[in-house]
């Protein structure tokens, strides 16, 4: 498996919270990207970043943030927290843009 | 912007019998197709992949085939097996944009 770690795998959280998730690599990859996964939506991407300092907005962007200071991690960043931001966040890593992607193993937030 | 539709979200076969999932993509531009296989509590991972110069691709028990005219690829598992039971993803991607767009997933139960 790839070198990519999310941060934490579970975290149960209030509305109105802010919430960070991190995701780490090892493996030196230019692009990360962060999605939200669903029953019946698939894999929906949230953020991208095509290297340090420069990232974009995906699909389902609002209320959610990121931020890229280093090539190994790419921090996603709930100001507010809300109950339709209950999801499982998954991190993937690309080494070009047509590339495999490989996954983190996911972060399950719950937002009460 | 990219749209994939996926059929059938959920999919039963018998052990030993052959499973189709297929897909369908609305940008022409669309060049490179990925499946991804997701077992439960797991991360997604690539299976495999056809770009757009190719017709069809195998790889064991699995095969891609693609019909750039009528914009649809399909997954072929042959001589399924009890660990073929998954939830499967395709996704299509082009290349001016960073986006992997996923369909939304087919459940396949493989029973003994």
């Known amino acids: 498996d790839a070198g990519i770690t999310q941060s934490p795998r579970h975290k149960v959280t209030e509305t109105g919270t802010p919430v960070t998730l991190r995701c780490h690599q090892t493996e030196n990859h230019r692009y990360m990207y962060w999605y939200r996964q669903d029953p019946g939506h698939g894999l929906r991407l949230i953020h991208y970043s095509y290297g340090v300092k420069d990232t974009d907005k995906g699909e389902v962007s609002d209320g959610y943030s990121v931020s890229r200071s280093k090539t190994e991690d790419f921090l996603l960043t709930l100001e507010s927290a809300t109950s339709s931001q209950t999801s499982v966040y998954f991190c993937?890593?690309?080494?070009?843009?047509?590339?495999?992607?490989?996954f983190g193993e996911g972060s399950r937030l719950t937002v009460l | 912007g990219e749209n994939v539709e996926q059929h059938p979200s959920t999919l039963s076969v018998q052990e030993g019998d052959s499973a189709v999932i297929k897909c369908t993509y609305s940008d022409s531009a669309s060049n490179y197709f990925p499946w991804y296989k997701q077992e439960l509590g797991k991360r997604p991972q690539l299976i495999i992949d056809i770009r757009s110069n190719v017709g069809e691709k195998k790889d064991q028990r699995i095969a891609v085939t693609l019909n750039k005219t009528a914009k649809h690829f399909s997954l072929h598992i042959t001589e399924t097996q009890p660990e073929d039971s998954a939830v499967y993803f395709c996704?299509?991607?082009?290349?001016?944009?960073?986006?992997?767009?996923f369909g939304p997933g087919t459940r396949l139960s493989v029973l003994p």
């Open positions: 996704a299509a991607k082009d290349n001016y944009g960073q986006n992997f767009v």
């Open positions: 993937a890593i690309s080494d070009s843009p047509s590339g495999e992607l490989f």
